[in-house]
């Protein structure tokens, strides 16, 4: 079993950063793959970047790219989401998972096993 706890949430004008942590304690950390995903009001869950268990390799959305950095420690069992040019549209709860049945970067949540319970992240204009 796998418990993901999320922080760093919080309100930001645009233009601004935040630094979105997670850590991990159950299973070997460093044994799965990571992913940050976001869900705003009235819009389905979407995907935002996703980190090899290495931290080798990453992936980003194009909404994010350039602007976001996914990263992990590993010896701290936490996965970090770096968020910089943050824009309204930025807005929602973000969530941390960990997916430990696939290899490589996986960008679907129906691939991801564990789930933390979400930081609220809200950029005003």
């Known amino acids: 079993q796998v418990q993901l706890v999320e922080s760093g949430g919080g309100l930001v004008q645009a233009g601004g950063s935040l630094r979105l942590s997670c850590v991990a304690s159950?299973?070997?950390?460093?044994?799965?793959?990571m992913g940050w995903f976001r869900q705003a009001p009235g819009k389905e869950r979407e995907f935002v970047a996703a980190?090899?268990?290495?931290?080798?390799?990453?992936d980003y959305a194009n909404s994010v790219k350039g602007r976001f950095t996914i990263s992990r420690d590993n010896a701290k069992n936490t996965v970090y989401l770096q968020m910089n040019s943050l824009k309204p549209e930025d807005t929602a709860v973000y969530y941390c998972?960990?997916?430990?049945?696939?290899?490589?970067?996986?960008?679907?949540?129906?691939?991801?096993?564990?789930w933390g319970q979400g930081t609220q992240v809200t950029v005003s204009s």
């Open positions: 998972a960990g997916n430990l049945r696939f290899s490589g970067l996986r960008t679907t949540d129906t691939e991801y096993d564990y």
């Open positions: 159950g299973r070997t950390f460093s044994s799965y793959g």
């Open positions: 980190i090899s268990w290495s931290g080798a390799r990453t």
